[in-house]
């Protein structure tokens, strides 16, 4: 995927956390689930390590797990009462952000598939249905692949970006 699905997903979860929270709180959780959304890829790192795509640590693998997801919610849970949040609800909201990553992933019609269940099993995963294009990695998002990924991701992700931006109603504290 070319990352702006995932992005879609983050705001959405960051929307909906935020609820009718003043700009600030909202444009925060925006980007805080945004963040989480893209978490996985930073597994993008191992390239330049030398480490193969195919390998646990490589490119969609162990970091694209539901297992990682479940610690990242569970670290948001322990530092939940820092910022005066509900740690079940920022924990639940955390594995939408995290785990969809790999799951979003999973239907992408490229690649290797997703280790959607790592530790559990080393194999890379694709959905019965994949109809995201893959998208080029580095330079090649410029080329026309690349845009029609871009394109194609929009528009699937169309009500995801429509409900995050979409105009709300303002909260009592903004009147």
Do not use: N
């Amino acid at each position: 995927m070319a990352s702006i699905g995932h992005v879609a997903v983050g705001i959405s979860v960051g929307r909906y956390e935020a609820g009718p929270a003043s700009r600030g709180r909202l444009a925060l959780s925006m980007l805080f689930f945004s963040v989480l959304a893209l978490l996985p890829d930073a597994d993008v790192i191992s390239f330049m390590l030398g480490i193969p795509y195919s390998a646990p640590w490589g490119h969609r693998g162990a970091s694209h797990s539901l297992v990682i997801a479940a610690l990242v919610a569970g670290l948001s849970m322990a530092l939940a009462p820092v910022f005066r949040l509900k740690p079940w609800r920022l924990g639940l909201l955390s594995l939408v952000a995290v785990g969809s990553h790999g799951l979003l992933d999973s239907l992408t019609d490229g690649g290797l598939g997703a280790a959607l269940l790592w530790p559990f099993s080393q194999a890379r995963l694709f959905a019965p249905v994949r109809p995201l294009p893959v998208a080029p990695i580095g330079t090649g998002m410029f080329s026309s692949r690349g845009l029609y990924v871009v394109a194609v991701e929009l528009l699937a992700f169309l009500p995801c970006w429509a409900y995050a931006l979409w105009p709300r109603r303002r909260a009592p504290s903004e009147s």
